[in-house]
């Protein structure tokens, strides 16, 4: 069954600032589990293990791999939360470059409270790039 449900998608980055929210749904005896990330535009709708499997904000995973997806989740939950908190500037010409914030914006990244992808973006916004 399990190969059954397992599609064949790649790759996908979602950065955590896009993200509405995660939910996980657990291995059954004859079924995989998943985890679902639901963008911030998406629609959080409940969906079976067949559909879930197609979606490509979905990851299977089998019972054996539960423990690390549980901790994938609890840790992006934080994330998503911390980065609805970080507020950036809005995107104006800078009369003066904010060498502060940079340096705050640049302490987040190194200790993983945004994606390298947000913190790129927010430099530019900074610079007037």
């Known amino acids: ?3 059954l449900t397992q599609a064949r998608n790649g790759d996908k980055d979602i950065l955590i600032s896009a993200l509405n929210g995660v939910r996980i749904q657990l291995p059954g005896l004859l079924s995989n589990g998943y985890i679902r990330f639901y963008p ?22 089998n019972s054996r791999q539960l423990g690390k997806f ?13 980065a609805r908190t970080l507020v950036v500037p809005p995107p104006a010409v800078p009369a003066t470059i904010d060498f502060d914030l940079l340096d705050q914006l640049n302490e987040q ?7 390298k992808a947000e913190w790129v973006s ?4 900074l610079l007037g790039l």
Do not use: C, H, W
């Open 1 to 3: 069954m399990a190969r």
């Open 40 to 61: 911030a535009d998406g629609n959080p709708n409940e969906t079976s293990l067949v559909r879930a499997a197609s979606d490509a904000n979905t990851v299977l995973f």
């Open 70 to 82: 549980a901790n994938l989740k609890t840790e992006i939950e934080k994330k998503i939360v911390t």
């Open 109 to 115: 990244y190194k200790q993983g409270l945004i994606s």
């Open 122 to 125: 927010a430099k530019k916004r």
